[in-house]
């Protein structure tokens, strides 16, 4: 049985070179937006005040409605000078939470400045806003969401080194930890670059992409596995090769399904989801693309790093067939060797008449077939 496919197709494996520089140069431009642009941390980790107002009218009564009035609101606070993490969201049918990065000593400052400029923008439409109740986010609740948060990559980044490692090889863990962190320095680059808001929502984004792409990642490591216990000769590269070739369409369709659906909550989730689903969609991609061009490649690199050209047979033994003793005769041979009492029946039946015509053998009972395998 062979593991390659029927017709050529374009040695990935051998292109790998390529695949390197592309996922260099993007995760280069990632780490220069992060180290020049710098990342819009939210209130969640730098702390703040959260402030709500109610109004006496609903706050629109539908999705479209709503996004419309958070765009006015956001920007006659913008216009009131309050611009530091501001960030609006509606509670309920007629409650307006606006978050800002300010402290204790100045929340009462803002506090009416908010409350002035709603009143100038939403006034005429919604009635006058009224104080519902502030809220502080301290500076020491960031700094531990941010702990929590580093503390769950790294713990999350071990536990599946060594599942991987004891369910395949250790080179296989190392490249599949590589592609993680190559999928998350993009995702983070990209927010850099668009400015959004990195808050509680990121984190959970952050981490849905590593478990994500890492499954992407085992189903190819264990298409590869199942093909060097069917094959024994042959390069590992070829291996590698014929394998991505095998799960290539499953991993796009897979991927593309998730994508249509975070495209619509993109597009129709409202600037709550804006930040949460973008940071979805650059994450998902770059992990279908290091699933399929970075992880695979990098464990045939560092394979011939260890030793040159990999062998499947020297390197990923199969079981070999246990062959039968040299004296015992072999179940073929003793069907096919005539007893003393078969030669006797036989004789008398060619002398009593005419034998059976070649094809119309006998059958054996049911009860009495011999099992082929």
Request: charged share 15%; proline share 5%; glycine share 10%.
């Amino acid at each position: 049985m062979s593991v390659f496919p029927s017709q050529p197709r374009t040695d990935l494996v051998r292109l790998r070179p390529l695949w390197y520089v592309i996922s260099l140069l993007v995760a280069a431009a990632g780490l220069y937006a992060i180290f020049t642009t710098g990342l819009n941390w939210g209130v969640d980790f730098t702390g703040g005040t959260v402030f709500q107002y109610g109004f006496s009218k609903p706050l629109g009564a539908t999705r479209a409605q709503q996004t419309a009035l958070l765009d006015r609101a956001s920007k006659a606070v913008a216009e009131a000078g309050v611009t530091k993490s501001a960030a609006l969201q509606v509670v309920g049918s007629n409650t307006l939470s606006v978050r800002v990065g300010a402290g204790p000593a100045e929340a009462q400052a803002v506090k009416g400045r908010i409350r002035d400029a709603l009143a100038r923008a939403l006034g005429s439409a919604y009635g006058q806003p009224q104080d519902m109740g502030t809220e502080s986010i301290g500076a020491v609740v960031g700094a531990e969401l941010r702990n929590r948060a580093i503390w769950a990559l790294i713990v999350g980044s071990v536990l599946m080194v060594i599942y991987i490692t004891i369910r395949y090889q250790f080179v296989f863990a190392i490249a599949g930890i590589a592609a993680l962190l190559h999928d998350c320095l993009i995702m983070t680059g990209a927010v850099a670059l668009s400015g959004l808001e990195v808050n509680g929502p990121f984190v959970a984004a952050l981490l849905t992409i590593i478990g994500y792409s890492i499954n992407d990642t085992v189903v190819i490591y264990d298409r590869i596995r199942e093909n060097l216990r069917l094959r024994r000769t042959g390069s590992f590269e070829e291996i590698v090769n014929a394998s991505l070739w095998q799960v290539m369409t499953r991993s796009i369709y897979t991927v593309l399904t998730v994508l249509f659906v975070l495209w619509a909550i993109f597009l129709f989730g409202g600037s709550t989801l804006h930040s949460f689903s973008f940071a979805l969609l650059v994450g998902i991609t770059s992990g279908a693309y290091s699933s399929i061009f970075n992880a695979p490649q990098l464990v045939v690199s560092m394979q011939r790093l260890r030793g040159g050209p990999v062998r499947v047979a020297r390197t990923f033994r199969a079981p070999l067939a246990t062959s039968a003793p040299q004296d015992a005769p072999s179940p073929v041979s003793r069907a096919a060797a005539p007893t003393a009492d078969s030669a006797a029946a036989q004789g008398e039946e060619g002398a009593a008449g005419p034998s059976r015509r070649p094809g119309k053998a006998k059958r054996r009972p049911a009860g009495k077939r011999k099992r082929r395998f």
